[in-house]
């Protein structure tokens, strides 16, 4: 079964660090690049972060450069989020995608906001509360 797992959400305060990881299974998560998006209450997803397959590129929203870092382990079949010096404006649910379609270049996040492209594998989301 092809699927994507999210994990390591959870609370923290303004200022903490968390760090998400996203793992395949039912196919080689290696072959794709792959994003991370996430969703707050009564907002539209927005997307934050993608990575190539090779990890020689890595795009980043502006709300969340200089923040957030995406890495990946293709041995492991993960893709990690690494983000630090956390609002509460970060409180949502995020989740990785990828499909075969899925191109992680200079154009993706102006193409996949203006577009709203719905991939074909999503996760089912971990949840991330920055409150103090």
């Known amino acids: 079964q092809v699927q994507l797992v999210e994990s390591g959400g959870g609370l923290v305060q303004p200022g903490g660090s968390l760090r998400l990881s996203c793992a395949a299974s039912g196919f080689i998560l290696g072959a794709y690049d792959v994003g991370w998006f996430r969703q707050a209450p009564g907002k539209e997803r927005e997307a934050l972060v993608c990575i190539t397959s090779s990890k020689s590129r890595t795009i980043y929203a502006p709300s969340v450069k200089d923040r957030f870092t995406i890495s990946r382990d293709n041995a492991k079949n993960m893709v990690y989020l690494q983000m630090s010096n956390l609002k509460p404006e970060d409180t949502a649910v995020y989740y990785c995608?990828?499909?075969?379609?899925?191109?992680?270049?200079?154009?993706?996040?102006?193409?996949?906001?203006?577009?709203?492209?719905?991939?074909?594998?999503y996760g089912r989301g971990t949840q991330v509360t920055v409150s103090s």
């Open positions: 995608a990828t499909d075969r379609f899925f191109v992680c270049d200079s154009n993706w996040y102006v193409d996949w906001t203006a577009r709203r492209t719905e991939y074909d594998y």
